[in-house]
């Protein structure tokens, strides 16, 4: 019954931001580690940004630092996705996912659910 729901892609131009939004049920992912990863058409899936609320920890992919923004809204079960100054290279479906553990990964192995996935599309 665990269901992750991703909303919030779009079509922006470079510079621009979206938030996207995940909201899980049968879940309480307070007590899992949280990640966002994309995958583009021909591009294998890649790590973006994960957080942890037991442990208070947040991890980035370099390729994101200091324009992605992850955080969660505990009591409405939801984790969020801020993208500021987008690039082109930004353009991928984004898929939510809950993790096994407490414990902060970037393989998707370490994930057991995922959600169906946003469209992010990013003009030049």
């Known amino acids: 019954q665990v269901q992750l729901v991703e909303s919030g892609g779009g079509l922006v131009q470079a510079g621009g931001s979206l938030r996207l939004s995940c909201a899980a049920s049968g879940l309480a992912f307070s007590r899992y580690a949280m990640g966002w990863f994309r995958q583009a058409p021909g591009k294998e899936r890649e790590f973006v940004a994960a957080?942890?609320?037991?442990?208070?920890?947040?991890n980035y992919a370099d390729s994101v630092k200091g324009r992605f923004t992850i955080s969660s809204a505990n009591a409405k079960n939801t984790v969020y996705l801020q993208m500021n100054s987008l690039k082109p290279e930004d353009t991928s479906v984004y898929y939510c996912?809950?993790?096994?553990?407490?414990?902060?990964?970037?393989?998707?192995?370490?994930?057991?659910?995922w959600g169906q996935g946003t469209q992010v599309t990013v003009s030049s």
């Open positions: 996912a809950a993790g096994v553990a407490r414990e902060i990964t970037t393989d998707n192995r370490g994930y057991a659910y």
């Open positions: 957080i942890s609320w037991s442990f208070g920890i947040t």
